[in-house]
């Protein structure tokens, strides 16, 4: 599933496949891809979040910019750093076109993936969205 995710890229690609390959088709290889990703990443990280304010005006009844900016923010540095370092400990492709990393890299990258998957996630719902773990669980009811 998305949660199993061994990298961010890989959470990316798995989390909505439509709208993943619509902003990849429509930002990310126009401006250079992977040829580029130092322009092409942040681009289209600060245009979807752009596009998630209106998500919070219509359920908390505010855009909560900040909020939103600084989420994607940390994504758009999580992936940045990814293929950074991919770029710098890979060591050879495999026959089958995978990418062969060092394990003590893979292992690290892996951890860096679900620790800030965790916190965008609790930025998301708690920040973003005004949720409270009472709210999600049915303990409270919105106000909305």
């Known amino acids: 599933g998305v949660y199993s995710s061994m990298s961010c890229r890989e959470f990316w690609s798995r989390w909505s496949r439509p709208a993943t ?12 891809g992977r ?17 998630h304010f209106d998500l919070s005006l219509a359920l908390v009844g505010e855009k909560r910019e900040k909020w939103w900016m600084g989420l994607f923010g940390l994504l758009a540095a999580m ?4 293929m950074a ?32 998957l965790r916190v965008a996630l609790y930025i998301m ?15 409270e009811q919105t106000t909305v």
């Open 35 to 51: 040829r580029r990703w130092y322009i092409s990443t942040p681009v289209m990280f600060l245009l979807n979040a752009t596009g």
């Open 85 to 116: 370092g991919d770029s710098h400990v890979l060591r050879d492709i495999s026959a089958d076109g995978n990418a062969i990393l060092p394990a003590w890299y893979v292992f690290g990258r892996v951890v860096a993936t679900h620790v800030s």
């Open 79 to 82: 992936a940045m750093l990814e």
């Open 21 to 32: 390959a619509l902003i990849r088709r429509l930002i990310y290889h126009p401006l250079g």
């Open 125 to 139: 719902v708690y920040k973003c969205l005004g949720l409270s773990f009472a709210m999600i669980f049915g303990f």
